[in-house]
């Protein structure tokens, strides 16, 4: 009995980790000719234009994704967000941002509510 027990435990482990959303954001401005890793952090001139990319390791189905871009004021406010639909043909999720206001931001992923990843910026102003 206790084997039929630890099957369905790992049956559902492994199925619950299958289901996982994984990746790795990355960076560009107009001057570079690839993308590079995208670690929170980064400091970038408002007058600059950043395409960003969010590689998902692998997609076993189509999903939608949230795509929220956040600014700290006295909490984390709303500037942008929408929808985007990964497939196993699609695997990445686009944006970009330019000219905004000094400041800290976010950008932050999700999937029906679970956050997939997230990426900490400043944008400063010369």
Do not use: H
């Amino acid at each position: 009995m206790w084997i039929k027990k630890l099957f369905f435990i790992l049956l559902f482990l492994f199925l619950c980790s299958c289901d996982k959303v994984e990746g790795q954001f990355a960076y560009k401005s107009m001057e570079m000719d690839m993308y590079r890793k995208f670690p929170s952090g980064m400091e970038f001139n408002a007058a600059e234009k950043i395409n960003w990319i969010f590689n998902i390791k692998k997609v076993s189905a189509e999903r939608k994704v949230g795509v929220v871009l956040l600014k700290k004021e006295l909490t984390w406010i709303d500037i942008d967000k929408y929808m985007y639909t990964v497939n196993m043909f699609q695997t990445k999720v686009y944006g970009e941002f330019v000219n905004l206001p000094a400041g800290e931001y976010k950008i932050v992923l999700l999937n029906n509510n679970f956050l997939i990843s997230s990426v900490e910026f400043k944008i400063y102003e010369e």
